[in-house]
């Protein structure tokens, strides 16, 4: 076993040693099985959550009534949950309440996918009652039981199963195909913020073209916010975007510039996105217009920081545009003569002294601005000097 589970023997072993079972679960045991790495470790018990809480020293009840503990142990976070099922699916969304119960085998019947549905035990032993491991190694995904059911008692599982196939590369199965054509309207029902979580995720995977084609086929995206309103986006998502997307602001910049009506912060506020989020989209459709009109120009680069060389990178590729590569990014980046305005050679300050005959103002800001875009431009050597020299020109001309 590797290293994250091993971690995580102890805490099985405490509820082993009490008398209770403790199996890794979900996406975590999947992730071992496809050989990739893993990414949080959930585990499922069937002591409650007061016996987990009481037995461990460090605990925070974090979603006690679906019956999650969060378990602290040498510097990692464990979920804990109790085995339960769910009951009482109203409106198609998650069930108000669970039940727990003594079975693992229950627990598992209650998750969505079969890949998702698996155990191990601390010795690596899978319990598999679905045939998920069968699934894993076909590449396929399919629901536990019928796609229709489970569909209907929570819709989200829809756009689960298609990010799933974009995260995994794997094919739906035509029951999920069937059942998502039949029932997609029910995902209108569903709180955005838990559509957006794997609306984004959809666009991270090697399959992102394959559930495009998905959402455009089984018509699923005219049950998405705002793709109903703009039929060419989605038309084009999936005729472009050809690898993955792994920036939740260049999906949104790439919505707005597929866009005839609708302006990001339209998409920004459907999608309910943070304003991190905003910011950046915004930042990368002005650079992708001006990367339009004057191709990569050391400015272009520079506005964008290092951060957001990637996400641009997605977002050009996946439009009409020329191609440019991340290296290519990189190398301008690199070559800038300043990455940012603090690396100017002087500041407000220092101009300041350099003309004392004008009082503080707004001209300083102007100034330094100036000296930023001749600096990048190559027009200016960014050294105090010529700055000073320079500086000195422009205060004459602005004199005469
Ligand atoms: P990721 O690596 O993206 O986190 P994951 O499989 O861990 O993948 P989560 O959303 O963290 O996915 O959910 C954890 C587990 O809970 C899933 O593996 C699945 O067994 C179960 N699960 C999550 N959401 C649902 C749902 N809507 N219906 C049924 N089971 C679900
Ligand atoms: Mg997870």
Redesign the pocket.
């Known amino acids: 076993l590797s290293q994250p589970f091993q971690e995580a023997i102890p805490v099985i072993d405490q509820f082993e040693q009490h008398g209770y079972e403790a199996y890794f679960?979900?996406?975590?045991v999947?992730?071992h099985l496809l050989g990739q790495s893993i990414?949080?470790v959930?585990i499922a018990t069937n002591a409650t959550p007061d016996v987990t809480m009481s037995l461990f020293d460090r605990t925070v009840p974090v979603g006690i009534d679906h019956g999650t503990v969060l378990v602290l142990h040498n510097g990692n976070e464990y979920e804990v949950t109790t085995y339960r099922v769910e009951s009482d699916y109203r409106d198609y969304r998650?069930p108000d309440h669970v039940a727990f119960v003594s079975r693992l085998e229950d627990d598992l019947a209650?998750?969505?996918?079969t890949i998702?549905?698996m155990a191990m035990d601390r010795y690596g032993q899978v319990i598999d009652p679905f045939q998920g491991r069968n699934d894993l190694t076909h590449g396929v995904i399919r629901t536990v039981g019928r796609a229709d059911d489970r569909f209907h008692e929570?819709a989200?599982?829809m756009l689960?199963a298609v990010r799933f196939s974009s995260?995994l590369n794997f094919a739906v199965t035509n029951d999920v195909l069937t059942a998502i054509k039949r029932y997609h309207t029910l995902l209108q029902e569903i709180a955005v913020e838990r559509i957006q979580v794997e609306w984004f995720?959809l666009f991270t995977g090697y399959g992102v073209a394959h559930a495009l084609d998905v959402l455009n086929k089984t018509d699923m995206y005219q049950s998405l916010p705002l793709l109903n309103q703009e039929r060419d986006v989605i038309k084009h998502l999936t005729k472009n975007i050809k690898r993955p997307i792994r920036h939740p602001e260049a999906v949104m910049a790439l919505c707005a510039c597929l866009s005839n009506t609708l302006t990001l912060n339209d998409w920004i506020k459907s999608y309910r996105c943070s304003n991190i989020i905003q910011r950046q989209a915004k930042k990368l459709i002005q650079s992708v217009s001006k990367f339009k009109e004057n191709g990569l120009t050391s400015f272009v680069v520079y506005t964008l920081g290092d951060v957001n060389l990637e996400a641009f990178q997605q977002v050009v590729q996946s439009l009409d545009l020329p191609d440019v590569s991340l290296e290519q990014l990189h190398e301008v980046y690199e070559a800038l003569p300043i990455q940012s305005k603090q690396q100017i050679a002087v500041d407000g300050k220092q101009l300041q002294s350099i003309i004392p005959d004008w009082r503080k103002g707004p001209w300083i800001g102007r100034y330094l601005q100036a000296i930023e875009r001749a600096i990048l431009a190559g027009q200016l050597s960014n050294d105090y000097e010529a700055i000073e020299r320079r500086v000195k020109q422009w205060k004459e001309q602005e004199n005469d």
């Open positions: 679960v979900g996406g975590a999947r992730d990414g949080d959930d998650r209650r998750r969505d996918l998702n549905a929570d989200l599982r689960r995260q995720k």
